[in-house]
C-alpha cells in the first residue's frame, strides 16, 4: 500500500497509531499491568530520551549508507510507501505524527507487553519477546524487520537506564526519532517529486449547473 495524499496518510497513520494506544492501555487494565503509571515526569528522563533518540537516528542513518543492497530497497520502499504524503506535511504534523507514534507505540509494546511478559518469564523474556513483536509491525522488509527489533531491544533496554523504570525515556526517544526520520523521509521525497506532476481528482462536474 502507498499514500499518494497527505490527508489520507495522515488519517490512516494516526488512526493505527491511536488503536496502538487504546490496545495497550485496554490491554493493560485486562491484565492489571498500568502502562501509565509507569510515566514519571521529570527533565533527566527527557534528556535521556532526547539523547538516545538522537543516537539511534544517526546510527541508523550511518548504517542506511552501507553498499548493501538490502538497504537500498529499504529506502526505496519507504519512499515509495509515505514518502509523497510526508513531503506534503509541515513540521508541527510531523512532530505530531512522532509524537502519537512514540506514545501509542510505547504504552503497548514496552509499558504492557514488556512489563506484562516480565511477570510471566522474567527480564529477558519480556525484552525479547517485545522487541520482536515490535519488529514484525514494522516488518516493511526483511531487513528493516531485523532493525527494527534491534531498536524494539534498544527502546526497552531505556525503560530502566536511569536506574527507575521510566516509560517517558522510550517515548521520547521513539518520538524525536521518527520525527528526525521524517523530516530526512520529506526531504528526499521532495527532491524525487518535485519535478514530477501530482495528479488531482478531477473535478466533478454539476450536472444540474443553471
Sequence with gaps: MSFQNREDFL???GLFE???L???LFLGWVFSVGAVEQVHWNLS???WGSLAGAVLFLVILGVEHLPFDPLKSIQDTVLKIIGRPLSQCNLLELALLACLAGIGEEVLFR????????SIGGYWI?????SVAFGLVHSVTWVYTIFATMAGGFLGWLFDATGQRNLLVPIVSHSLYDFLAFIMIAREAKKMYD???FEEEPETKNEFEW
Excluded at 509499558?111 to 516480565?118: A, N, P, R, S, V
Design 45 to 47: 528522563a527527557v534528556m
Design 11 to 13: 488519517h490512516a497513520a
Design 111 to 118: 509499558g504492557f507487553l514488556m512489563t506484562w511478559l516480565e
Design 195 to 197: 519535478d514530477e506532476p
Design 126 to 130: 519480556g525484552l525479547g519477546v517485545s
Design 22 to 24: 487504546v490496545i495497550g
Design 18 to 20: 491511536f488503536a496502538m
